[in-house]
């Protein structure tokens, strides 16, 4: 349920580092699970900066509109366009084809403050 090659943060999102400096983020199955069935995702440009832990988009379900944060601080590459016909890819596919943007993190930025799969998993079953 929370792969072990990604990193995760408090507000359940997760990072998949790609080489030095690329991060693809998107949420867990914990969220989309919580959420319900997503109906529609709204994200950033691309070309945006995003700072950590600041708001960078949101997601609507048939239960809720939640808001997306950013894990890390960095600048939008790219930006999953299949979401915008296919908002049920977040919850079909949440580590794979349900992904919601690639950041270029910034210089000096770091993972540090992310958790593994194990931090996270004890995390969520604590009430988080």
Not at 37 to 44: H, I, Q, T
Not at 66 to 90: D, H, I, R, T
């Amino acid at each position: 349920m929370y792969p072990d090659d990604l990193l995760y943060s408090k507000d359940h999102e997760w990072v998949r580092q790609e080489g030095e400096s690329l991060c693809i983020v998107g949420i867990t199955h914990f969220a989309q699970e919580e959420l319900g069935d997503v109906v529609f995702v709204e994200l950033p440009e691309q070309g945006q900066p995003v700072a950590e832990n600041d708001e960078m988009g949101t997601i609507e379900s048939v239960k809720a509109v939640a808001e997306v944060y950013s894990p890390v601080a960095g600048k939008v590459e790219a930006v999953n366009g299949q979401l915008e016909e296919q908002p049920e890819l977040v919850n079909q596919d949440p580590y794979g084809d349900g992904w919601l943007v690639k950041i270029r993190l910034a210089a000096g930025a770091g993972l540090e403050e992310l958790m593994d799969a194990a931090a996270y998993r004890d995390f969520v079953e604590e009430g988080g």
